[in-house]
């Protein structure tokens, strides 16, 4: 991903109402190894994910939902395919008009969003419990597309 810039990213959440748009520190950022940008508002309760499509930066706010049930579960991140054996990933949603009166969608995603950090074995805490012996491109691949899947769904591309 190419570098982007705090007014690149107001510039795709211009019309986001509700929640004050807190941008990460991008200064830190390696983004060389980043096939999206994601970040989670410091409530906790909203995310942020940016992608370049088309050589256009397009983005998604989505609701964090954490994984609270009193007996840690087995679960498996929507888009990178890492399996945690407690609570690493959190529901993802955003609202969208749907067929059959649907009105949100959503994936069961690592908690922090750092897929492309997990494909890479770039961040080792927790470990996975299934390790993947796909090549990097593939997963890079899986995950753009996953995230692309997601977007189109949630008629961001449209």
Request: aromatic share 6%.
């Amino acid at each position: 991903m190419n570098p982007v810039n705090a007014k690149d990213l107001r510039g795709v959440f211009r019309q986001s109402s509700g929640t004050e748009l807190a941008l990460p520190d991008l200064t830190p950022i390696d983004w060389g190894v980043l096939d999206y940008l994601g970040w989670v508002h410091p409530s906790g309760a909203v995310a942020y994910v940016v992608m370049p499509v088309a050589g256009e930066l397009r983005g998604l706010r989505l609701r964090r939902a954490l994984n609270a049930s009193a007996r840690p579960r087995t679960r498996m991140c929507s888009w990178c395919h890492h399996v945690y054996r407690s609570r690493g990933t959190a529901l993802f949603s955003v609202y969208v008009e749907g067929s059959d009166g649907r009105r949100s969608i959503g994936n069961q995603v690592c908690r922090n969003l750092d897929c492309s950090l997990r494909i890479r074995n770039l961040v080792s805490d927790p470990p996975t419990y299934l390790p993947e012996t796909l090549h990097i491109e593939s997963k890079v691949r899986r995950l753009e597309n996953a995230v692309l899947t997601f977007m189109s769904r949630a008629n961001v591309l449209a």
